[in-house]
């Protein structure tokens, strides 16, 4: 029930949300209807009323679900000399028109790993760009739409798509109010950040402005000691891009231990999904682990198939993706969500029944929205 309403709280127990918000009131705590109730409001209804209250997530629900196909979600399998690096998947945050779009376009056109393909041709809502450090060509995984909002979601959805937060901060304006929004956010998701301080070909640009203010946040520049990465950029001029890209890997290399099992049945997350015309529905996908194949039997959410075709951000066919790897994946039967999780199952089968119970499950939800309710008065009284 994490992060349902008192009103869906008010239904699942047939009570009428009225007489909930009035209980709440005199316990001390004030709580509107349509608000998100925390699980600590729902228990302590739950004592009050005499009602045994079991606050589950929705991820502990669905790993019960897995766990009855006998389906262990999210765990590296196999020995420690399985595992092999992977690239940091990225995230750009910041203030609206700070430059996040410009930034990852900039990035999208002088960065490219596929040097034939002419450019990025396909918008699949991630792409990968290369860097050399230090003599090696290392690689990093940005997620293509930009702005917190589709952090938060995923985040509620229990997803962490993230491993590093670009948070870019315009060199004229300085930090604004959704900067910090941003940053807070990484924080609290303990996702490391790198500063792209943005637009420093303007004028009136003020980059120590901009580290001196972070430095209030508790992002202090490494070079007044502290240890977050400062890159001075400008997504217009192209300027700096490569320090940015060398500064992510360094975060990543000092702070995290980016390593998966390549091979093992892939599973990851769906980052944008879609009804195609023509292909029907299309999902992006970014593999956390394991190998994910043409040919492979997968399910996604409520959706399920078997992987017919796999696209790269350049419109090419691949045969498979590797961890960190964005694919855009054909054959689904459905459109499932971004952030929901996908796996890969041994066949079409337990794929459907899966996917099956998924949606049953969901029904289920939204029958019990719909049943009558009974006032407070008649539960108590029952
Ligand atoms: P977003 O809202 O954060 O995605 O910001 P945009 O990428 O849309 O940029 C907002 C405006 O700032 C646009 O007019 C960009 O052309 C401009 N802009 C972005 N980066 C730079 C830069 O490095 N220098 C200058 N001078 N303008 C920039
Ligand atoms: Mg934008």
Redesign the pocket.
């Known amino acids: 029930t994490r992060g349902s309403s008192l009103a869906d709280f008010a239904d699942k127990i047939g009570a009428d949300s009225a007489s909930l918000v009035e209980v709440l009131f005199h316990l001390g705590e004030i709580v509107t209807a349509t608000q998100s109730a925390n699980d600590e409001t729902l228990l302590l209804l739950g004592e009050e009323l005499n009602y045994n209250v079991e606050v589950i997530s929705p991820e502990d629900e669905d790993r019960e679900l897995l766990e009855s196909f006998d389906i262990e979600f999210g765990e590296d399998e196999g020995a420690e000399e399985d595992l092999a690096p992977r690239p940091p998947v990225v995230t750009v945050m910041?203030?609206?028109?700070?430059?996040?779009?410009?930034?990852l376009d900039a990035l999208r056109s002088s960065n490219v790993v596929d040097k034939e393909a002419g450019g990025i041709t396909q918008t699949i809502g991630a792409y990968q760009v290369a860097t050399d450090v230090d003599g090696t060509e290392r690689r990093i995984t940005l997620i293509d739409t930009?702005g917190h909002e589709a952090f938060t979601a995923m985040r509620a959805r229990g997803a962490q798509a993230t491993d590093i937060a670009i948070l870019?901060v315009a060199a004229d304006d300085g930090v604004m109010p959704q900067t910090v929004e941003a940053l807070n956010h990484a924080k609290a998701a303990g996702v490391p950040i790198v500063v792209a301080v943005?637009?420093?070909?303007?004028p009136d640009a003020d980059p120590t402005k901009v580290r001196g203010q972070l430095t209030e946040y508790g992002l202090v520049p490494e070079e007044y000691g502290g240890d977050t990465m400062f890159v001075d950029?400008?997504?217009?001029?192209g300027t700096g891009l490569d320090a940015l890209l060398e500064a992510v890997i360094l975060t990543a290399d000092a702070s995290l231990d980016l390593r998966a099992n390549p091979h093992q049945n892939a599973e990851g997350l769906v980052i944008e999904a879609h009804l195609d015309r023509g292909r029907g529905p299309v999902a992006t996908v970014l593999v956390h682990r394991g190998t994910l194949k043409v040919g492979d039997s997968i399910v996604a959410g409520p959706a399920f198939g078997r992987v017919r075709a796999m696209l790269d951000e350049y419109g090419n066919n691949i045969e498979e993706a590797t961890p960190s790897r964005p694919a855009l994946v054909l054959g689904l039967t459905a459109v499932p969500g971004a952030g929901d999780n996908f796996m890969v199952v041994a066949d079409d089968r337990l794929a459907r029944q899966i996917a099956e119970k998924r949606e049953a499950r969901e029904r289920n939800a939204l029958l019990a929205q719909r049943t009558g309710r009974r006032t407070l008065e008649d539960f108590m009284s029952s």
Do not use: F, M, R, Y
């Open positions: 910041g203030h609206v028109d700070h430059g996040k779009t410009k930034l930009p870019v943005n637009k420093i070909d303007k950029v400008s997504a217009k001029a």
